[in-house]
């Protein structure tokens, strides 16, 4: 499991990091993803880091969101900069079994985050 740390209550155009702590397995050989839901919407995922660190997004926070990982202390990390309305919800971060790319991780997430949230004000 991952342990969350980081959300709360930011300001629009704040930028906020998110922390995602590897609880029981080792975090290195596998891929890292976060996602976004609201209420009532489904679960989205916004970024994706690779094992060896090659990172992805998805079109509508290209620019704003930089994922990162730090395999010495089993963390991975979403930085949120210019937060917008929009950005609220809750963040949850997730790994897969299956090995270290992201297309790997999406066959099967073994791994996930109790969630963080987010709440913005204008």
């Known amino acids: 499991q991952f342990v969350e740390s980081g959300g709360g209550l930011v300001r629009s155009g704040d930028s906020l990091t998110l922390s995602c702590r590897a609880s029981g397995f080792i975090l290195e050989s596998y891929a890292v993803a976060w996602f976004h839901q609201t209420p009532g919407k489904e679960r989205k995922q916004v970024s994706c880091?690779?094992?060896?660190?090659?990172?992805e997004y998805v079109e509508s926070v290209k620019g704003r969101l930089t994922i990162d990982r730090d395999n010495a202390k089993e963390t991975a990390y979403l930085r949120i900069h210019s937060l917008r309305p929009e950005d609220a919800g809750f963040y949850y971060c997730a790994a897969g079994a299956y090995g270290g790319t992201c297309a790997q991780m999406r066959l099967g997430l073994e791994w996930w985050g109790q969630g963080t949230q987010v709440t913005v004000s204008s």
């Open positions: 880091i690779t094992s060896n660190g090659t990172t």
